[in-house]
C-alpha cells in the first residue's frame, strides 16, 4: 500500500547536477515529513536533509549550499536537487516518509559522481 519510489540517479561528472525524485503513494503526503538519507560503500546510511510539512529545509553540514529539498504535494513528489557534485557525494540515495509516518523506505538510486 504505501510505495516510496526514488528515479534521477547516474553517473555526472564532479561538478555536475542531478535532480533526485521521490514519488509517495499510500499517505497523506501534504502532512508528512520527508527525508533524504545516503550510504557509500562499506559506511553507515547518513543523513542527507529534511523538508517538512510547511516547507522548512535542513541539511547536514556537508551538503548545505550545494542541495536543495524541495515538494510538490499535488504530486506527491519531494526532490533532491544537488549541484556541485563531489566524488564524495557518491552513494546510494534513499528518501523516506517521517513524522507522522515512520519505517517507510524508498528503494535507493545509485549517483556515482566520477570523471
Known amino acids: 500500500q504505501v510505495q516510496l519510489v526514488e528515479s534521477g540517479g547516474g553517473l555526472v561528472q564532479p561538478g555536475g547536477s542531478l535532480r533526485l525524485s521521490c514519488l509517495a503513494s499510500?499517505?497523506?503526503?501534504?502532512?508528512?515529513?520527508m527525508s533524504w538519507y545516503r550510504q557509500a560503500p562499506e559506511k553507515e546510511r547518513e543523513f542527507v536533509g529534511r523538508?517538512?510539512?510547511?516547507?522548512?529545509?535542513t541539511y547536514t553540514d556537508s551538503v548545505k549550499g550545494r542541495f536543495t529539498i524541495s515538494r510538490d504535494n499535488a504530486k506527491n513528489t519531494v526532490y533532491l536537487q544537488m549541484n556541485s557534485l563531489k566524488p564524495e557525494d557518491t552513494a546510494v540515495y534513499y528518501c523516506?516518509?517521517?513524522?507522522?509516518?515512520?519505517?517507510?523506505w524508498g528503494q535507493g538510486t545509485q549517483v556515482t559522481v566520477s570523471s
Open positions: 523538508i517538512i510539512s510547511d516547507g522548512s529545509t
Open positions: 523516506k516518509a517521517e513524522r507522522p509516518y515512520r519505517g517507510y
Open positions: 499510500g499517505i497523506t503526503f501534504s502532512v508528512a515529513a
